[in-house]
């Protein structure tokens, strides 16, 4: 059954795309910051993809804030998505594509206005309202992605490597940022991650993906101990 204290419930969702099966049971805890890593190709933007809704579960239910989403859109979904890709639109300028996370149709008003202009304030974008995402380098894209995620203001915020393509620098920078929007916000913060540092700097609690399924899934200080699993040995590096 779920319990309150989940965002997200993975009820055996089950899942094939070519030759890789996927089988999903997991819960996610409410509010809090939850690493999602793995080895490559194991399946972490797949169980991405499911919660949002880009991927359909051929079994099993799928829960967020208690309510069963599989027939919901992604749109629909009471989540909001960075990729990897950033998937701005190109031909927008940058407050605009942020104001699309508030609305849709553009009908923003001074309050949204104000929103969209403290969101690319916060992610360092101050003044380049008006640019276009072919003018920027990666990591300002990303940073105008995560913009947009923010002004959303959904209760899950699905995150897919959003500071891979930054420098060390700024990588630092965007986890301290995540770390006081979280705070401010207590939403549910799905995050996956390639880096053992970023899980224990960031996540309270950690779901580790191998071969499509979850062979680990709890607080960050069990996982960060555990040396049985070889997969998750080879993650924490020894
Ligand atoms: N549409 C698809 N058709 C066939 N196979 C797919 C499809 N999407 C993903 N896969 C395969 O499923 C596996 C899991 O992919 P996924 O992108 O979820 O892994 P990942 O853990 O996020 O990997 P990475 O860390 O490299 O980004 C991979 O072997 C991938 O090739």
Redesign the pocket.
Known sequence: MPDEADAIVLDNVELR??M?EFSFDCRIPKGAITAVA?P???????LLNLIAGFETPSHGRLLIEGEDVRGLLPSDRPVSLVFQDNNLFAHLDLFTNVGLGINPALHLGAREREMVSTALKRVGLEGFERRHPSTLSGGERQRAAFARALVRRKPVLLLDEPFAALDPGLRSAMADLLEDLHRETHNTVVI?T?DADEVARLAQHVLF?DGGRISFSGPVNGFLERRDIEAVRAFLGG
């Not at 490559?40 to 797949?46: F, I």
């Open positions: 795309l070519g890789q793995g490559s190709g194991s399946g972490k933007s797949t996956i390639h993906v």
